[in-house]
């Protein structure tokens, strides 16, 4: 009797085995099916989409119609031309900057990354750009007394009234800045430092190279004869 109910035991534990498999295999079938009926975008690990980046005159129209707000247009000047993340910036304070206004310091306690960078700037413009009618700030102050969530909506608002597709967010200024530096010819480590990357690849996202810079590059080579 034993024998056989051991035998007995272990035909259902087949038979349940084999049924629990097949409602397996169905469940992850109608689950690879609703993914595709939805398009599913879900992507690789490691992958990253290229990024997003203005054009000179996208830049120019939004910044236009930011001038009716006119700290939120300093800041923008500000991200576009220095490549500082949002919250860099907002935690930047007047002395961070140097007395000449050439160089920012981003400290480390204010990085993603931990590191501290310097950045330049272009002199005294930074006191014209963000500077609100005091003759000498205290240097404790911050240099833009924005909320971050504020300045994202008017950004956003703004874009769509320059009539510029896709969405537009700080972040896409600091891409901006990365592609328009890179495509002035700077060197991919300078540009890494500037922006203050752990790792060259992530700078590497930001080239975009043409067959115009193809032909440069191979134009710049003086013939042997």
Same mark, same amino acid.
């Given at each position: ?23 397996d ?38 910044l $236009?119609d /930011?001038? =009716?707000? *006119?700290?939120? %247009? ?9 490549? @500082? +993340? ?40 930074l ?11 205290a240097r ?12 994202? $909506?008017? /950004?956003? =608002?703004? *874009?769509?009234? %320059? ?9 896409? @200024? +600091?891409?901006?800045f ?45 013939p042997?004869?």
């Amino acid at each position: 009797m034993r024998g056989s109910f051991t035998s007995g035991s272990s035909r259902k534990a087949k038979v349940k085995s084999s049924s629990q498999t097949l409602a397996d295999l169905k469940k992850a079938s109608r689950t690879a099916a609703a993914a595709g009926r939805r398009g599913s975008t879900r992507k690789r690990p490691g992958t990253k989409n290229p990024p997003q980046a203005l054009s000179r005159d996208e830049a120019d129209r939004i910044l $236009r119609d /930011l001038f =009716r707000h *006119a700290e939120h %247009a300093a800041l923008f000047r500000f991200l576009l031309y220095t490549g @500082l +993340r949002l919250g860099e910036a907002l935690a930047l304070r007047w002395g961070n900057v140097s007395m000449d206004y050439d160089w920012i310091t981003v400290p480390a306690s204010i990085s993603k990354t931990g590191r501290g960078r310097v950045v330049p700037w272009r002199g005294p413009h930074l006191r014209i750009c963000v500077e609100r009618g005091w003759e000498t700030p205290a240097r404790s102050a911050r240099i833009f007394n924005i909320g971050a969530r504020a300045f994202q $909506r008017l /950004l956003g =608002r703004a *874009a769509v009234r %320059a009539g510029v597709s896709g969405r537009v967010s700080p972040h896409v @200024l +600091r891409h901006t800045f990365a592609t328009w530096t890179l495509s002035a010819g700077a060197n991919l480590r300078v540009v890494q430092l500037l922006l203050g990357h752990s790792s060259i690849r992530t700078t590497q996202l930001y080239t975009h190279p043409t067959k115009d810079d193809l032909r440069s590059a191979v134009d710049a080579v003086d013939p042997l004869v």
